[in-house]
């Protein structure tokens, strides 16, 4: 019989909303730059992408750890393809639209290549599964409220791109500096974008570091400072609510609309999910 999931402290419960809150914040200073400002997509990124390296390796290098893994070559490719068609998505995108298309491809990745590998899914998470993927379909089915195909398709890789990443450090000894290794080594061939880059104003450079250095740099020295403390179950299902704090933050703070195709969707994708997550501790 599986344990139960013992209540999380104050403090850790404190630090997992501080987490889950910067990784919305990357879907909303993203697309408030996009639409806001003058800057474009490419510019974003590079710019993302070298914030997250400095304060990373600022973070790593104040800490003094000893030697060990400094990320790999296949993590700076998957955090790069991440990360240039996030913005590029974002460019039509609604933010809740894309935190979602985002989640539910990286837990879709992830329980995909489980399967490859050999992982047993019991009748209830096969239902989570097929739940999860009818809501993507709803997601972008046409209709007035449809996301455009081409930025809905470039979030879904950004979505495979981040759950490889996130396979490829799933037995990292130190994740922390795994990271800033990844974005060390990412930063430079960030500098690839620049033919596309060609509008750039201080706002939006601004939204790009605060997306690079808080809401990714310190958002995931926070997460890696407390997954010791959280089981497997809890630190999946936490990630749950990032879609959502990333629509209900936009619908206040940039206008945006909630639509019944966003709602069914969540609640089938966050549904499914969920079930996939938590049927695999029942008899």
């Known amino acids: 019989m599986a344990h139960p999931i013992q209540p999380l402290p104050i403090r850790v419960i404190l630090q997992v909303v501080l987490a889950m809150s910067a990784f919305a ?7 408030v730059a996009l639409t806001q400002t003058t800057t474009d997509p490419a510019s974003f990124t590079i710019i993302r992408i070298l914030a997250g390296a400095g304060t990373l390796g600022l973070i790593v290098l104040l800490r003094k750890r000893g030697p060990g893994n400094n990320g790999s070559w296949q ?14 998505a974002y460019v039509e ?16 990745t992830m329980v995909i290549t489980g399967l490859y590998q050999g992982e047993y899914l019991r009748i209830i998470q096969w239902v989570g599964l097929v739940t999860a993927f009818s809501g993507l379909v709803v997601l ?3 209709g007035i409220h449809a996301p455009a195909p081409h930025r809905a398709a470039l979030m879904a890789i950004a979505g495979i791109a981040w759950g490889s990443y996130s396979l490829l450090g799933r ?9 800033a290794g990844n974005f060390l080594k990412a930063a430079p061939f960030s500098l690839l974008l620049l033919p596309f880059a060609d509008s750039i104003d201080s706002a939006g450079a601004t939204f790009a570091i605060l997306s690079g250095s808080i809401s ?15 089981k497997a179950a809890q630190a999946a299902s936490v990630q749950l609510t990032v879609p ?17 195709n966003l709602v069914i969707a969540s609640f089938a994708i966050l549904g499914g999910i969920a079930l996939v997550i938590f049927g695999k501790n029942r008899l």
Not at 75 to 88: D, E
Not at 216 to 230: D, K, M, Q
Not at 244 to 260: M, R, V
Request: hydrophobic share 55%; charged share 5%.
């Open 216 to 230: 990714s740099g310190v958002g995931y020295a926070i997460w890696y400072s407390i997954l010791p403390s959280l």
């Open 171 to 179: 037995k990292q000894s130190d994740p922390l500096k795994a990271t």
């Open 93 to 108: 995108l609604p933010t809740g639209t894309g935190a979602l298309l985002l989640f539910g491809s990286v837990q879709a």
């Open 244 to 260: 959502i704090i990333a629509a209900s933050a936009a619908i206040f703070i940039l206008g945006e609309s909630l639509t019944w």
């Open 25 to 31: 914040a990357n879907s909303l200073l993203c697309r």
């Open 140 to 142: 972008v089915a046409p």
């Open 75 to 88: 993590g700076a490719l998957s955090l790069l393809v991440y990360a240039a068609a996030f913005s590029f």
